[in-house]
Antibody, heavy 120, light 107 residues
Framework: QLQLQQSGPGLVKPSETLSLTCTVS????????WVWIRQSAGEGLEWIGR???????SYNPSLKSRVTMSVDASRNLLSLHVASVTAADTAMYYC??????????????WGPGTQVSVSS | DIQMTQSPSSLSASVGDRVTITCRAS??????LNWYQQKPGKAPKVLIY???SFHSGVPSRFSGSGSGTDFTLTISNLQPEDFATYFC?????????FGQGTKVEIK
């Protein structure tokens, strides 16, 4: 059974960088796409971007200049960094695995989420 | 970005009822439309993918239909554990986008 375990600080100061990790167990990160999503009361569910295990990335244009995603396949570890955070980045952050078929693409497995608040 | 509009935003229903939630996309999606269920404090869980395919373990009272721009999630014989918030999602184009959610509450 695939499990995603998330970790990271719950509180980040404005203008600093938010850094979160997602550790995959019960399976390998290899040969899959992985996504990061965030959810806030004001914005609902927002796609941050996706990452392939080669390191190839695609980011939401609304966040592109501030987001970096990476993968460490040897540790089954995914990382998300969001730079220059503001209160608008306060949200629950999720990692998830992307399942791709010829006529469907969906998020099959989700981490439990990390609640991040941006405040001084 | 593709805009996803769900309706209604909330509804009240009783155990045993049949519930229908609709989702309209701002452009055609073929069948790249998914439905998720979210309970308070939990991550969303996929119910239906590819507009009408059941994810493993999902009860058969959940069904999805539609293609193009208009899609429907139907819950027949609503059960107590079905009271939750439901989201549609398009994965036709990036950025993937979600509907605003439909909260199903107990009448």
């Amino acid at each position: 059974q695939l499990q995603l375990q998330q970790s990271g600080p719950g509180l980040v100061k404005p203008s600093e960088t938010l850094s979160l990790t997602c550790t995959v167990s019960g399976g390998s990160v290899t040969n899959y796409y992985w996504v990061w999503i965030r959810q806030s009361a004001g914005e609902g569910l927002e796609w941050i971007g996706r990452l392939y295990t080669t390191g190839s990335t695609s980011y939401n244009p609304s966040l592109k200049s501030r987001v970096t995603m990476s993968v460490d396949a040897s540790r089954n570890l995914l990382s998300l960094h969001v730079a220059s955070v503001t209160a608008a980045d306060t949200a629950m952050y999720y990692c998830a695995r992307l399942q791709i078929y010829y006529n469907a693409t969906y998020y099959s497995d989700w981490g439990p989420g990390t609640q991040v608040s941006v405040s001084s | 970005d593709i805009q996803m509009t769900q309706s209604p935003s909330s509804l009240s229903a009783s155990v045993g009822d049949r519930v229908t939630i609709t989702c309209r996309a701002s452009q055609r999606l073929d069948t790249f439309l998914n439905w998720y269920q979210q309970k308070p404090g939990k991550a969303p869980k996929v119910l239906i993918y590819g507009a009408s395919s059941f994810h493993s373990g999902v009860p058969s009272r959940f069904s999805g239909s539609g293609s193009g721009t208009d899609f429907t999630l139907t819950i027949s014989n609503l059960q107590p554990e079905d009271f939750a918030t439901y989201f549609c999602q398009q994965t036709y184009n990036t950025p993937h986008t979600f509907g605003q959610g439909t909260k199903v509450e107990i009448k």
